[in-house]
């Protein structure tokens, strides 16, 4: 199944617990601010960031630690 094989078998068993399930796919186009803050995330240096603009919706801007 290739590096993401085991993500797509949880996926597969966690939708067996479904009634109904759909999967659809989104390219890049519409979700560009999700790819781009993923992208970031593998290619920059870790470390802290800090968010000039307001975040889109549903991206968390908080953080509490446990």
């Known amino acids: 199944m290739g590096s993401y094989g085991h993500i797509v078998s949880e996926i597969k068993a966690t939708q067996a617990s ?7 796919h989104e390219g890049r186009a519409c979700n560009e601010e999700a790819h781009n803050l993923a992208r970031s995330s593998i290619y920059d ?6 968010w000039l603009l307001s975040p889109s919706d549903g991206v968390c801007n908080s953080f509490t630690p446990a």
């Open 45 to 50: 240096a870790r470390g802290r960031r800090v």
């Open 18 to 24: 479904f009634q109904a399930a759909e999967m659809v």
